[in-house]
């Protein structure tokens, strides 16, 4: 089911189309947020603040949630700003990310190692993702995945599902060096190449950051509002952080191909 938010818009004139990747395309990283919040959690619990738990959790889901799509590292340099905000001595940002990773990875493990066995990549994509990539590349525009999540790890990942091949703009995450790089750059970096103009832009993601970003510069954006991991319904916390951003339709996956396309691309154009 399409939910479309702005009578009249519609992507006719694209030519570039930016993909998202957790969340949005990939379910390998699932339930990310379940390793991220309570680590930052039990940090803050263990200051004796004095606030409840639960006070503490709203907090982090909060500012959590308002970066998601940015490079992990900015959620962990807010982290450590809220650490030392509540009086204690907080990390460097970057040891706080090992630490974010090494628990990720546990639980993710499982999921890598079943593809790299051989399990069929559509286990871990968000359901219509493949075939709808494939229209997209049908109608010539040129695809880019970009992320928050580390260059070398997504760029692997989109390997094991067989993605990367639809990508020929190219895959870009975060690097080390994290001021080179954000999906706003790679935005900025496509108009300045005259590839294409701001609003030959569609975007797709269940973040806010690419689709504010797109917004900007007057292009086409489309909230996947994934209710991670089925990915059957909208999730009505990711739909109104999108809509909050100007997202121009709320989809809850890809299996709406069809009513998708028809809605983007009104007669076939």
Same mark, same amino acid.
């Given at each position: ?6 009578? #009249?818009?519609?992507? +006719?004139?694209? $030519?570039?189309? /930016?993909? *998202?990747?957790?969340?949005?395309? %990939? ?74 990773? #090494?628990?990720?990875? +546990?639980?993710? $493990?499982?999921? /890598?190692? *079943?593809?790299?066995?051989?399990? %069929? ?149």
């Amino acid at each position: 089911m399409v939910e479309q938010l702005h009578s #009249g818009v519609s992507a +006719r004139n694209a $030519r570039v189309c /930016l993909f *998202d990747f957790d969340g949005t395309i %990939s379910l390998i990283r699932s339930g990310w947020m379940d390793v991220m919040i309570p680590m930052m959690v039990e940090t803050l619990a263990d200051l004796d603040t004095g606030e409840p738990v639960e006070q503490l959790r709203a907090v982090v889901e909060d500012r959590v949630g308002r970066l998601t799509g940015k490079q992990t590292i900015y959620q962990m340099i807010e982290f450590a700003d809220q650490v030392r905000g509540y009086g204690g001595k907080p990390l460097d940002p970057l040891e706080y990310k090992r630490i974010y990773l #090494g628990r990720l990875h +546990r639980k993710i $493990r499982h999921r /890598l190692d *079943d593809l790299a066995q051989g399990a %069929s990549p559509e286990k871990y994509l968000v359901p219509g993702a493949r075939a709808f990539l494939e229209a997209l590349r049908a109608r010539s525009l040129k695809l880019y995945l970009a992320s928050g999540t580390d260059q070398e790890f997504m760029r692997h990942e989109a390997r094991l599902l067989d993605v990367d091949r639809y990508f020929d703009g190219g895959i870009y995450g975060a690097l080390d060096d994290y001021k080179s790089f954000s999906k706003k750059i790679l935005i900025q970096r496509v108009i300045a190449s005259a590839e294409c103009r701001g609003d030959q832009f569609l975007c797709f993601g269940d973040g806010y950051v690419e689709i504010e970003n797109v917004k900007e510069v007057g292009g086409v954006a489309v909230g996947v509002a994934t209710d991670e991991p089925a990915c059957q319904a909208v999730d009505a916390w990711k739909r109104r952080r999108l809509t909050s951003v100007g997202a121009d339709f709320i989809i809850p996956n890809f299996l709406c191909q069809e009513q998708l396309l028809a809605s983007l691309f009104p007669n076939g154009k």
